[in-house]
Structure formats: C-alpha cells, structure tokens
C-alpha cells in the first residue's frame, strides 16, 4: 500500500488506514479532539512500517549466526548429498531473492529434501531474510550468457532467456546457474520433470527434455565462471 501524504490532514491519512475505526466516532471531521485521536494514530503507523522495513533488510550478524550450521554442509567444498547422490549446491554469490524463493519453497513444502525441510520448519520470515543479508554479503555471481555465446545448444539458448543478461529483469529473480554443480543442476532438472518441485514455468520447461538435454544443460552451466562454495562472509 502506498500513501500520498503531502498535503493531506492527520484525518484523512488515518481514515484511509483505518477507515471504520473513524467513522465509528461521531466527532466532527475538523474537531479538535479528531485531529488529536488522527495524529496519535497515524504517527504510530508510520513508526510500525519503519520498524518492520528495518527488520525486512535482515541482520547479517544475526544471519551469521543463523547460518553456521548451513556451512556444515554449503561450506565443504564438493560435499555430497547422501541419496541421491549429487554435491550440494554452491550458495555463494547467489541472488537475494533466488535464496529467500527457495528456503520458502523447503520451509512450505514444494520442494523436497528432508533435511532442508526440516531446517525450514523451524526459521521464521525474519531468520530467512537474516540468513540472505549473511549470504549476500558474498561477492555476487552473474549468468553473464547470451544467444550467441551458447553455440549450438538450442535448449541452453531458451535457458539464457532468463538465465543470462537477457533475464536481469525478470521477476521473480531466477537463480544464477553458472558455476553450479553439474550433478545438482541434474538433479534439480529431474525433479522439476518429474513435478516434484513446483514451478510452473520450469515444470513446463523440462517436461520436453531429454536425459541427455539434461546433461548437456548441466555440463554447459557447471563448466561457467559464476557460483562458489559458501564461506564464512564478513
């Protein structure tokens, strides 16, 4: 919700906060003790929206603390999921938004893994956006990729449409591929297929796909300068 405040009174700033709690009372729109009710209200408002844009940027020290756990296993180069079997994924110098997408997606469900569900569970709103502050802090990666730098990849050429400069201003953000590991991007690519991940647009991407388009857009995304293993950013 948006406000136009210049040059409105107290009044009519509260009564489109709080339109039936004023016209509950039957004191005159200009009375004095209106304009004093209004004042109090919406000053209160207003410090409430700062306080909760304050708490939205996230606390990178509290993420940091949050998040050492994440680095038992995002923090080991080439550590390796158990069943199935492919390496973690690499978190640092991913998009802000691609990370908060995906802990909601384990924390509500859509997309599976045991164990980051079961981390999921626990976190709040605000632990994830701490989480993301931490991460990010992290130099950032880029899927610095084009039509014309893929080759003869037709299936990587509709990837970089959002996985590449082309897809800058996509929104919601998708995540940055290059760099990943090429046995999770498979993995991923799988359960998108397979509709165990919910996307509507990857899901309808890969259904099309092949085994072997998988591991062609796997190995081409891997082999890229882009994502690394998460440390400990300061």
Not at 6 to 22: E, K, V
Not at 170 to 180: F, I, M, N, R, W
Request: aromatic share 6%; with cysteine; net charge negative.
């Amino acid at each position: 919700m948006r406000l136009e405040i210049s040059g409105r009174c107290h009044y009519h700033i509260a009564l489109d906060l709080f339109p039936d709690t004023i016209r509950a009372h039957s004191y005159p729109e200009k009375s004095h003790v209106n304009r004093l009710i209004c004042k109090v209200v919406t000053t209160a408002f207003m410090l409430m929206l700062l306080a909760h844009t304050a708490n939205a940027e996230g606390d990178p020290e509290r993420g940091r603390v949050i998040g050492y756990t994440c680095l038992g296993c995002h923090g080991i180069e080439g550590y390796r999921n158990a069943y199935p079997s492919y390496r973690v994924p690499k978190l640092g110098g991913q998009k802000a938004e691609a990370l908060e997408n995906a802990l909601r997606a384990y924390k509500g469900g859509s997309r599976p893994h045991h164990t980051m569900q079961a981390q999921g569970a626990s976190i709040t709103e605000q632990d994830i956006e701490d989480l993301v502050a931490w991460i990010t802090l992290s130099p950032p990666a880029r899927d610095d990729l084009d039509a014309e730098s893929v080759g003869n990849h037709d299936s990587v050429k509709t990837c970089v449409n959002c996985h590449g400069t082309a897809g800058a201003d996509v929104k919601p953000a998708p995540p940055v591929l290059s760099g990943q590991h090429r046995s999770y991007l498979a993995e991923a690519l799988k359960q998108y297929k397979d509709g165990e991940r919910g996307n509507t647009v990857m899901t309808a991407f890969t259904t099309g796909l092949t085994e072997q388009d998988i591991e062609i857009l796997a190995d081409f995304f891997a082999a890229q300068e882009g994502l690394y293993t998460l440390g400990d950013p300061h």
